[in-house]
């Protein structure tokens, strides 16, 4: 089945950096973006960026630019979203999920977030 | 902050009808399609409403969408208690450059 299984949850320290893992299966790699999302404890949804795995363009939320890296890695159908310079206020749940592709009644296209991972908690404690 | 206006609570008892508000601007809602994500407790978002009043396959038709110039809405008829969770609307946001959304709300079936 059309699934995303993203890597386990990590403690850093601050000033570190992490990097969380997005593995695609179910479908063909390539013809999907995948954009990042995270949810601080208790909050709403940010989003972080998106990259292609076609191409590996990305295209990142400016309050993560020069701190986020957004990889692909088409030989094992992953994603990977990298962040440095770790702060308390980064813990938080982050999800990938694939950009699927969508029509209104008119048949204009939309973009959406049909499919998530489990998501993926990153907890920033001295 | 969240760019998109949402009323951080709603509820209802079961059968009621409730509908979620979704207010944008000119710049994402008044030019991008609308998105609503339900996001029961512990768990992963999941996909409720796409292009503004469209269900992707498996959503039951209890749940519809309606968008009007920069403001949207989901409704839910005959609300049941599996409904409870916290429903995101979401947008392109055109001079952002990216997608934005609502701050949720938490739906709470009485």
């Known amino acids: 089945q059309v699934q995303l299984v993203q890597s386990g949850g990590e403690v850093k320290k601050p000033g570190a950096s992490v990097k969380v893992s997005c593995k695609a299966s179910?479908?063909?790699?390539?013809?999907?973006?995948i954009t990042w999302v995270r949810q601080a404890p208790g909050q709403g949804l940010e989003w972080m960026g998106w990259i292609s795995p076609y191409n590996g363009d990305t295209n990142y939320a400016q309050k993560f630019q020069g701190r986020v890296t957004m990889t692909t890695d088409t030989s094992t159908t992953t994603v990977s979203m990298e962040m440095r310079s770790l702060r308390s206020d980064d813990t938080a749940m982050y999800y990938c999920a694939r950009e699927g592709n969508f029509f209104d009644g008119s048949g204009a296209r939309g973009d959406a977030f049909d499919i998530w991972g489990q998501g993926t908690l990153i907890t920033v404690s001295s | 902050q969240s760019v998109l206006t949402q009323p951080p609570s709603a509820s209802g008892t079961p059968g009621q009808r409730v509908t979620i508000s979704c207010s944008g601007s000119?710049?994402?809602?008044?030019?991008?399609?609308v998105y609503w994500y339900q996001q029961l407790p512990g768990t992963a978002p999941k996909l409720l409403m796409h292009?503004?009043?469209q269900r992707p396959s498996g959503v039951p038709d209890r749940f519809s969408g309606s968008k009007s110039g920069t403001s949207a809405s989901l409704a839910i008829s005959g609300l049941r208690s599996e409904d409870e969770a916290d429903y995101y609307c979401?947008?392109?946001?055109?001079?952002?450059?990216?997608?934005?959304f609502g701050g949720g709300t938490k739906l709470t079936v009485l």
């Open positions: 179910g479908y063909t790699f390539t013809n999907y973006g």
């Open positions: 000119r710049y994402d809602m008044g030019i991008s399609h």
């Open positions: 979401a947008a392109w946001h055109d001079s952002l450059s990216g997608w934005v």
């Open positions: 292009t503004n009043d």
